[in-house]
């Protein structure tokens, strides 16, 4: 009979060997091209929720890639809105890891000669969607690793393309087998220019800022504005203050506070929102309804102790 003692020292060699390899087999580390094991697609559109377009786009995706996890931005981006769909974008990536494939379809040009493409960033997360400006705030953010323009059509639905539902036909396939393989070369080939997005942004200067309501953010009603808060806090304003300003060249006075309910009930109020940029809020309620007031709109905020005058 074998001792206990000796019986322990073969376990504990065995299990020493098993772990050895285990850490020193190459097989078991992700290979390039390798399907990966529970993709995740996050999708944004314009399509609203009224109609089958999101439902048979995942379709396509479960169809050829049926482990992937497919997320929702949104889909009421304002329809054709590429700078809503492009803020919203910006908005979300940073919260997801690097392999994730963004599949964004804001494509007022579809069926005409823009291109369809896969860009890659350098955070290494891959975005599939029109060439029309939709990622510029991403790659400006992130840094641009590569882009390729989609011409493969073995990736594409095997049936007629539809001049006017690329997202069904090109963008959601593309999305599913980029997910499936992650072999990104298979694409097709490599662009060096991607059309820019320019959006107007804040302009600051000696007597204050001038800005744009960009968004309203639903279903609050909040006014979403592009003015950085940090640029807004070099104005000299201190939470509590009184703040003059413009809103559609219409005078406004608004308390300056950290959160809604540092005010009352009902009454407005201009915060610095959680992605950093100046806000105009009621406390529980919405000041866009309520003031009638919605973009495309202007706003100044002039720098503390600078007179207001009318723009």
Not at 144 to 164: C, F, G, H, V, Y
Not at 217 to 239: M, N, Q, V, W
Not at 252 to 276: C, E, H, I, N, Q
């Amino acid at each position: 009979m074998i001792p206990r003692v000796a019986l322990s020292l073969l376990a504990f060699v065995f299990l020493a060997g098993a772990c050895s390899k285990f850490l020193t087999d190459k097989s078991a580390e992700p290979v390039p091209g390798q399907a990966i094991p529970h993709p995740t697609i996050v999708f944004i559109s314009d399509f609203g929720v009224a109609n089958d377009a999101v439902a048979i786009c995942k379709a396509v995706i479960v169809g050829i890639a049926p482990d992937a996890r497919i997320m929702d931005i949104t889909h009421q981006v304002t329809p054709y809105s590429i700078e809503e769909g492009a803020r919203f974008l910006l908005g979300v990536t940073p919260y997801y890891p690097s392999g994730t494939v963004f599949l964004a379809v804001v494509d007022p040009g579809v069926g005409t000669t823009r291109k369809a493409v896969v860009v890659k960033t350098k955070k290494g997360q891959y975005f599939v969607l029109p060439d029309n400006g939709l990622i510029t705030p991403v790659v400006d953010r992130d840094g641009l690793d590569s882009a390729r323009e989609i011409t493969n059509t073995d990736w594409m639905i095997q049936s007629p393309i539809s001049s006017t539902f690329h997202g069904r036909d090109i963008f959601s396939p593309v999305a599913a087998h980029l997910a499936a393989s992650g072999d990104f070369s298979l694409v097709g080939p490599e662009i060096s220019q991607l059309v820019r997005l320019n959006p107007k942004t804040a302009v600051i200067a000696d007597n204050g800022i001038s800005g744009d309501l960009i968004g309203v953010d639903d279903p609050f009603g909040s006014l979403i504005t592009d003015i950085p808060g940090d640029e807004f806090k070099k104005l000299a304003y201190r939470l509590g203050d009184k703040v003059h300003l413009l809103i559609d060249k219409k005078p406004v006075t608004l308390p300056y506070v950290k959160t809604f309910m540092d005010v009352a009930v009902g009454d407005p109020l201009l915060y610095v929102d959680s992605r950093g940029r100046v806000g105009i809020a009621v406390n529980q309620g919405s000041y866009s309804k309520q003031f009638e007031v919605a973009p495309p709109g202007t706003i100044f905020i002039p720098r503390k102790g600078v007179a207001l005058k009318s723009k």
